[in-house]
């Protein structure tokens, strides 16, 4: 006689939730909730709350808990570059306590040192993978996750129907979900080498490598960020310097060969007018002055120099330049 399965008479519901736990894999559960926090960690503008505490967050901090309760939270993630790590970071946090304790708001610390913690402690223990097959796949959703982003905004880009502007500036440089077109910018540069490592190390397809730094590029221009241009260039250029090889040089040759003429006849037609203005006119006249808010910024790093002169070494506190500064 075949005997009855113990859920048998169960509804429907209550065998839902009768699972055996070696049917009960978490580490099914904790690489998809990984890849999720990464996707949404370029999307700072989702968050439940007015906190700056987003889903990606939420979801790494899940992360950590099933990487807690698998025992595969490792002790020591970054090998022996740990404890000088974590010592350096000790160091960070005692100035910025002490000096925090001797300025007007002291409370202000555990709110900055909290999310210190959370970037450069828990995300190592998170991200840090001794599988390249894994770390890969993390690079990846990252570049997934700021394609997807921009993409989005660029649509709102050329549509013009952001009223709210959200997506898109009142000067009409484009932040998608960053929140701020600089923001944006930095994460680009950011992610552009990621594109070619995946590109030289045959790891992506080259359709998507195409797709992707063509994205990124206009999404680049769009945000007519200075600052984020410099940093693209330069990552860029430090990633060939250390991987060139002839068939690189042949291939930048070939692209530049096509896209000189291009720019000529239709280059300015294709550009974002903000970026003409923010971007090429300061080229074009060696003025930085007139690249967007760069001389601004110049007189906030004066400002700080001088206001840290007499505490160079512990600083004036947790977010306390905000409130001091004259500007």
């Known amino acids: 006689m075949t005997p009855i399965a113990r859920t048998s008479h169960a509804s429907p519901f209550g065998r839902l939730f009768t699972?055996?736990?070696?049917?009960f894999d978490l580490a099914a559960i904790e690489m998809p909730v990984t890849r999720l926090a990464i996707f949404f960690s370029v999307y700072p503008a989702l968050r439940p709350a007015e906190v700056f505490f987003t889903y990606s967050d939420i979801l790494f901090c899940l992360s950590a808990v099933l990487l807690l309760l698998m025992g595969r939270l490792r002790f020591a993630?970054?090998?022996?570059?740990?404890?000088?790590?974590?010592?350096?970071?000790?160091?960070?946090?005692?100035?910025?306590?002490?000096?925090?304790l001797l300025g007007a708001a002291p409370e202000r610390v555990l709110v900055v040192l909290g999310q210190y913690g959370f970037a450069y402690i828990?995300?190592?223990?998170?991200?840090?993978?001794?599988?390249?097959?894994?770390?890969?796949?993390?690079?990846?959703?990252?570049?997934?996750?700021?394609?997807?982003?921009?993409?989005?905004?660029?649509?709102?880009?050329?549509?013009?129907?952001?009223?709210?502007?959200?997506?898109?500036?009142?000067?009409?440089?484009?932040?998608?979900?960053?929140?701020?077109?600089n923001y944006n910018a930095n994460v680009i540069a950011l992610t552009l080498p990621l594109i070619l490592?995946?590109?030289?190390?045959?790891?992506?397809?080259?359709?998507?490598?195409?797709?992707?730094?063509?994205?990124?590029?206009?999404?680049?221009?769009a945000t007519s960020s200075v600052g984020g241009l410099l940093w693209s260039m330069a990552g860029v250029a430090v990633f060939l310097a250390l991987t060139i090889n002839w068939r690189v040089l042949v291939g930048l040759a070939v692209c530049v060969a096509i896209?000189?003429?291009?720019?000529?006849?239709y280059g300015m037609s294709i550009l974002p007018e903000t970026f003409q203005t923010r971007v090429l006119s300061a080229a074009e006249s060696g003025d930085m002055g007139q690249a967007g808010t760069f001389s601004y910024r110049m007189h906030l790093i004066h400002e700080a120099l001088d206001m840290v002169q007499d505490r160079l070494l512990v600083g004036i506190g947790a977010d306390q330049y905000r409130a001091q500064s004259g500007f």
């Not at 896209?259 to 006849?265: G, H, Q």
Request: glycine share 10%; proline share 4%.
């Open 259 to 265: 896209a000189i003429p291009l720019l000529e006849n």
């Open 197 to 221: 490592y995946l590109w030289f190390a045959g790891k992506w397809r080259f359709v998507y490598v195409l797709g992707s730094l063509a994205i990124l590029a206009y999404a680049l221009i």
């Open 77 to 100: 993630p970054m090998g022996p570059v740990t404890i000088p790590w974590m010592v350096g970071f000790a160091i960070f946090s005692c100035g910025m306590i002490v000096s925090s």
């Open 122 to 181: 828990l995300l190592a223990y998170i991200l840090v993978r001794t599988d390249e097959s894994i770390v890969d796949t993390f690079i990846k959703t990252f570049v997934l996750g700021t394609v997807c982003v921009n993409a989005f905004g660029l649509v709102v880009f050329f549509l013009g129907q952001d009223e709210t502007f959200r997506f898109v500036s009142g000067s009409g440089r484009l932040a998608s979900f960053m929140g701020n077109p």
């Open 19 to 23: 699972i055996r736990r070696r049917q």
